[in-house]
C-alpha cells in the first residue's frame, strides 16, 4: 500500500477503488517480503466487478509473485541462480492459472468477448545471462523485451503477430481507439490499430547512469555512462547479445550514438529531477 506512494499514485490516476495486500491478504499466504498469493486478487476482483454491473468498467490487476525472491507458496525461499530460476518460471506458471480462472469466469457471463484484456509486464528478470540480476541495471533483452498480449473484442482486429518496435506507451491510444473515443492533444504512443510505427526505442536502467539502450529496427546499442562505453548488437542474428560489434561501427556512427543516449537521459531530467537519485 505504501510502496513507492501506491496510493498518493493510484488516486492521481483517478481510480475510483483499490484493494492493496494489507486488504486482502488474510487467508492468503505471501511470497517472499514483497508478494502475495496471486489467488488472492480472484474474489475483491469478481466483486468489483458484479458491482458495478451496467456501466464501463477499467481493472488492472498488479501480480507479484515473480518479484525478488521469487519464493513459491509454502516453500523456503530459493537460493542459487538455478533454483530461483525455477521458482520464478513456476511461479508465472501460477500467476498464468489465476488469470485463467478471472477469464473463464468473464466467459462464464458471457462478458469476455466484449472486453479487452491486456496482459504485460513492467519489465524482464536476469539470472546471470550476462552476469546481472533481477532487473535494475539490465539493459539487455532477458530484462527490457516483455511479452504483450492484447485480447481485442470479437471481429475488431485481425489475429496475428505485430513484429513492429512496440512499448507499454502504445497502451493508452489502442484502448482509446478500441472504446471509439476522441481526444484532443498529442500522446507520445502510437496506437496498435494504425500502421504508424515506432523507429525507435529507448530504455534506461534504474540507476541514472547505469545504462541506457537504444533499438533500431533489428539493431540495439547500450551506452554505459560510468564506464563511457558503447555495446552494439545485431539482434536479428544474435538475440542472446553474445556479440559486442561497436568496433565494426564507423567513428562517427558511434559517437552519433552516444549523443542519442545521453540527450534522452538529459530531456528526462530536464522532466524529472529526482533521475538524479544514483549520484
Not at 512499448?167 to 490499430?193: C, F, N, R, Y
Amino acid at each position: 500500500e505504501h510502496f513507492e506512494g501506491r496510493r498518493g499514485l493510484i488516486d492521481n490516476m483517478g481510480f475510483e477503488a483499490a484493494y492493496f495486500k494489507e486488504q486482502i491478504a488474510e487467508q492468503y499466504r505471501s511470497s517472499g517480503y514483497f508478494g502475495l498469493d496471486e489467488m488472492a486478487m480472484v474474489q475483491p476482483f469478481k466483486t468489483w466487478w458484479q458491482q458495478s454491473e451496467g456501466r464501463p468498467r477499467f481493472v488492472f490487476m498488479l501480480t507479484s509473485m515473480t518479484h525478488h525472491p521469487y519464493q513459491e507458496l509454502g516453500r523456503v525461499k530459493p537460493t542459487g541462480m538455478l533454483a530461483s530460476k525455477s521458482a520464478y518460471l513456476n511461479n508465472l506458471n501460477y500467476t498464468d492459472r489465476m488469470m485463467g480462472d478471472v477469464l473463464s469466469w468473464l466467459q462464464t457471463r458471457n462478458e469476455l468477448d466484449n472486453t479487452v484484456v491486456i496482459i504485460t509486464g513492467d519489465h524482464g528478470e536476469s539470472f546471470g545471462e550476462h552476469q546481472l540480476n533481477q532487473h535494475d541495471s539490465v539493459p539487455y533483452e532477458e530484462g527490457v523485451r516483455v511479452p504483450l498480449a492484447v485480447k481485442f473484442p470479437g471481429g475488431k482486429v485481425q489475429v496475428g503477430h505485430d513484429t513492429a518496435l512496440r512499448q507499454h506507451i502504445d497502451l493508452l491510444p489502442t484502448v482509446i481507439d478500441l472504446a471509439g473515443a476522441v481526444m484532443t492533444g498529442e500522446l507520445p504512443g502510437k496506437s496498435l490499430l494504425r500502421a504508424d510505427r515506432h523507429e525507435q526505442l529507448i530504455t534506461s536502467c534504474w540507476w541514472a547512469d547505469s545504462c541506457i539502450s537504444l533499438i533500431s529496427g533489428m539493431h540495439k546499442s547500450i551506452y554505459l555512462p560510468g564506464r563511457d562505453q558503447l555495446l552494439h548488437y545485431a539482434l536479428g542474428e544474435d538475440l542472446q547479445e553474445h556479440r559486442d560489434i561497436a568496433a565494426t561501427l564507423p567513428a562517427v556512427e558511434r559517437n552519433q550514438l552516444i549523443y542519442e543516449a545521453l540527450r534522452h537521459r538529459a530531456s528526462v531530467r530536464l522532466l524529472y529531477p529526482s533521475y538524479l537519485n544514483s549520484e
